[in-house]
Nanobody
Framework: QVQLVESGGGSVQAGGSLRLSCAASGYTGIDYCMGWFRQAPGKDRERVAV????????YYADSVKGRFTISQENAKSTVYLQMNSLKPEDSAIYYCAARIGHCVNYVDLYSSWGQGTQVTVSS
């Protein structure tokens, strides 16, 4: 099981930027997928961006492509989500999540979750 600790988030005006960080511990391998999901009020949790730590393959939701970038720092077992050109519709609670193995799009197949951090984008 991978333990996750998130940091970052906050409030910003539309067009602004924020960076989220997620540090992993408790698992010695790097053959796992790690990344970010979000959930807005009244909506399902959706995958935003994830990275397969073994080879760096990334996956993005169509709604964030070209604006968000996920990256990793192997020495710190940390994954970052740089969010640029933020829009009000990006407002949500952002959760870091991980699963052993390749990345998939099914929320229920991610077994490790962070506590969540609020991102609010005002117009």
């Amino acid at each position: 099981q991978v333990q996750l600790v998130e940091s970052g988030g906050g409030s910003v005006q539309a067009g602004g930027s924020l960076r989220l960080s997620c540090a992993a511990s408790g698992y010695t391998g790097i053959d796992y997928c790690m990344g970010w999901f979000r959930q807005a009020p009244g909506k399902d949790r959706e995958r935003v961006a994830v990275i397969y730590r073994l080879d760096g393959t990334t996956y993005y939701a169509d709604s964030v492509k070209g604006r968000f970038t996920i990256s990793q720092e192997n020495a710190k077992s940390t994954v970052y989500l740089q969010m640029n050109s933020l829009k009000p519709e990006d407002s949500a609670i952002y959760y870091c999540a991980a699963r052993i193995g390749h990345c998939v799009n099914y929320v229920d197949l991610y077994s490790s979750w962070g506590q969540g951090t609020q991102v609010t984008v005002s117009s």
